[in-house]
């Protein structure tokens, strides 16, 4: 069946990056866009950007230009959200979800707990 | 940027009964709008998509309506395990995805 398995929970301090991976599973990784959500503590959900496993080409929200790089690696169908030179405001979870083009997301991760801490 | 409004921000309803949830866009989305629900300490799971139709597995007493800019979510008689949070999110200005900040389902 479709899974999408990732990486376990991170601490690191401010001005540390984190790199977040997203291993896909069950279909072929390059048929479907996966996206990144995350959750602050207590708050919603917040789209973070979509990226094309077939190109690489990536589309951000644009809160996250700049800080935010998604990269994939079709050799293991896994792609990764690395958060640069993170802050307080970066604690959060950050899932993985896989959709079509112009489509929902269907199946997501379990979503990896990212804390950011002096 | 579509900004996506959801009301209310907290619901509460007692087992069996039928509740409504509403969902606004700022500007038309087509039908190309999905409800998730999230239970405490899991993912987000795909309810409705293309604004009516009912993911794999879903109970039918989920149904979802609207086109255009106003979205609505029925629950026809509420069983305990739905009681969650739901969220609208539109996929029409794609690749720009949003999410609504969510209406909390909670037991009365």
């Known amino acids: 069946q479709v899974q999408l398995v990732q990486s376990g929970a991170e601490v690191k301090k401010p001005g540390a990056s984190v790199k977040v991976s997203c291993k896909a599973s069950?279909?072929?990784?390059?048929?479907?866009?996966m996206h990144w959500v995350r959750q602050a503590p207590g708050q919603g959900l917040e789209w973070m950007g979509i990226?094309?496993?077939?190109?690489?080409?990536?589309t951000y929200a644009q809160k996250f230009q700049g800080r935010v790089t998604m990269t994939r690696d079709t050799s293991t169908s896994t792609v990764y959200m690395e958060v640069s030179s993170p802050r307080s405001e970066d604690t959060a979870v950050y899932f993985c979800a896989t959709g079509g083009p112009k489509s929902y997301m269907d199946v997501w991760g379990k979503g990896t707990t990212v804390t950011v801490s002096s | 940027e579509i900004v996506m409004t959801q009301s209310p921000a907290t619901l509460s309803v007692s087992p069996g009964e039928r509740t409504t949830l509403s969902c606004r866009a700022s500007q038309s989305v087509s039908s190309s709008l999905a409800w998730y629900q999230q239970k405490p300490g899991q993912a987000p799971r795909l309810l409705i998509y293309g604004a009516s139709t009912r993911a794999t597995g879903v109970p039918a007493r989920f149904s979802g309506s609207g086109s255009g800019t106003e979205f609505t979510l029925t629950i026809s008689s509420l069983q305990s395990e739905d009681f969650a949070v739901y969220y609208c999110q539109q996929y029409n200005n794609w690749p720009q995805y949003s999410f609504g900040q969510g209406t909390k389902l909670e037991i009365k």
């Open positions: 990226i094309n496993p077939t190109s690489g080409s990536i």
């Open positions: 069950g279909y072929t990784f390059t048929n479907y866009y």
